[in-house]
């Protein structure tokens, strides 16, 4: 069997590359599924199963949307190898926090890590050229799948460099490419309209979404890809404050959830947009007793102390602030604080909580 880190020593110049099967892990947050599982950067991924359902893993567009199938139904097996050792790694219902690339050829591979290094030397159109070069290096070797992966790796890339311009160009390309490849074109338009969001254009965001929903709704109808659909759609339209239009997306979703994946992830982040439909709304008993403590529960039991219970806690917290109640709303906010400076230090996330307690602590006094 072959490793992830040997090179083709018989490839010369003038031969195309041999793509392998497999994809080869690139990097695992921490505190998430992947992390405790015991995956680790270099391991190669090759399959996947949980109970009687199985498959082969052949690019990290089918890791997305094994996660997004399986995951939330229960424990789900990743095999393949480390090294020569064969491996099988168990992940959680929670995220997986996980990140890989196509097993490609070394005289590809370098190259694409020399676009990465680009890019965090802040050197982007030296690393818009070097994307483009091994992209068009994976169409001459007639691999049409990693040429998708790469320009759409070059999208997030400059996204989270916040070279927007770029960006955009990239994931257009990416999505073109991927036009026969329902699985991957859902991965990058949600990718996408979550880039939107980080940019300040939610008209985009919403947009994107609106796309991968009706792709996922052609490819599945009532499946778990269109339920994430359908809640990442119904965030968006919230998020402009178009509650009315939001809401029977988030019911939809959560229907389909109730159905295939009951107290999962996916259903609390249903229950909890429409927990802030109705807090806008100005239901707030609906909001935190229909709504919000169920999902805090899910969320709990699911992977406790985790970011989504911070989020939900902070929901709490706004409730009772609304309600007057400023001790329980400050006690909510502390929680969530002590969450997002263990798990997400630095982040916005962060500085919300520290900006929240700050004004509940203000209006106590």
């Known amino acids: 069997m072959y490793s992830p880190n040997r090179s083709n020593k018989s490839t010369r ?26 995956l680790a950067e270099g391991d190669l991924l090759l399959g996947w199963s ?23 139904r229960g424990q789900v097996s990743l095999m393949g190898f480390r090294g020569d050792a064969n491996r099988t790694w168990v992940l959680g219902p929670g995220r997986w926090s996980l990140k890989a690339h196509p097993q ?16 965090v030397a802040h050197q982007f159109p030296q690393a818009e050229d070097m994307f483009n070069a091994v992209a068009t290096a994976a ?3 007639g691999c049409s799948a990693v040429m998708t992966w790469l ?28 036009k026969t490849d329902p699985s991957a074109a859902i991965s990058i338009l949600r990718a996408w309209a979550d880039a939107s969001v980080r940019h300040g254009d939610l008209v985009s965001a919403e947009r994107h979404d609106r796309m991968a929903m009706q792709i996922a709704a052609r490819a599945g109808p009532d499946s778990l890809s269109l339920a994430e659909s359908l809640t ?13 239009e939001a809401h029977p997306y988030l019911v939809k979703a959560r229907q389909i959830d109730e159905k295939l994946a009951p107290d999962s992830l996916p259903l609390a982040a249903d229950i909890n947009g429409l927990a802030i439909i109705e807090d806008e709304r100005g239901q707030l008993d609906q909001a935190e007793k229909d709504y919000q403590r169920r999902a805090l529960s899910i969320r709990q039991k699911i992977s406790p102390d985790s970011l989504p219970v911070a989020s939900t806690e902070q929901d709490l917290g706004i409730v009772a602030e609304e309600r007057g109640d400023l001790d329980k709303a400050t006690d909510y906010n502390l929680k969530a604080l002590a969450i997002r400076e263990k798990l997400a230090p630095g982040s916005r996330a ?9 004004d509940s602590v203000i209006l106590t006094r």
């Open 151 to 178: 320009l759409f790796h070059a999208a997030d890339a400059f996204a989270d460099a916040k070279e927007w311009k770029r960006a955009e160009a990239f994931y257009v390309r990416a999505l073109d490419s991927a």
């Open 139 to 141: 169409t001459r070797a």
């Open 50 to 72: 949980r109970g009687n359902a199985k498959g082969d893993v052949n690019s990290p567009f089918d890791l997305s949307t094994i996660e997004t199938q399986q995951a939330p």
């Open 232 to 244: 990442a759609l119904g965030s968006a339209l919230t998020d402009e404050g178009k509650l009315k």
């Open 104 to 119: 490609v050829p070394s005289e590809l591979l370098a190259p694409y890590r020399a676009s990465q290094d680009a890019i």
């Open 13 to 38: 110049s003038h031969v195309p590359p041999v793509f392998k099967q497999g994809i080869v892990v690139e990097s695992i947050s921490d505190h998430s599924e992947a992390s405790k599982a015991g």
């Open 350 to 358: 962060l500085a919300v909580s520290l900006n929240t307690l700050g």
